[in-house]
């Protein structure tokens, strides 16, 4: 899920471990990703400081505000 200034990239499985996705799991997922998107910078501090989530930064952005 992307919003204006937040990207939410969620791991559910590895293709080798299962085909798809089923609806019930993928409600699931959607749900998280909805939560994530929706939380407050105090939260997400905290998660990235519990090692809940990882922060990844976007290169090619750095690179144009450098450049």
Not at 15 to 28: E, N, P, Q
Not at 56 to 65: M, T
């Given at each position: 899920m992307r919003a204006k200034d937040r990207t939410v990239f969620l791991y559910?499985?590895?293709k080798k471990d299962a085909a798809s996705i089923g609806?019930?799991?993928?409600?699931d997922v959607r749900d998280v990703a909805a939560s994530w998107m929706?939380?407050?910078p105090r939260k997400i501090e905290r998660?990235?400081?519990?090692?809940?989530?990882?922060e990844v930064s976007d290169e090619?952005?750095?690179?144009?505000?450098?450049?």
């Amino acid at each position: 899920m992307r919003a204006k200034d937040r990207t939410v990239f969620l791991y559910g499985f590895a293709k080798k471990d299962a085909a798809s996705i089923g609806d019930r799991d993928l409600a699931d997922v959607r749900d998280v990703a909805a939560s994530w998107m929706a939380a407050d910078p105090r939260k997400i501090e905290r998660a990235l400081a519990e090692g809940l989530l990882m922060e990844v930064s976007d290169e090619s952005k750095s690179k144009n505000k450098d450049g």
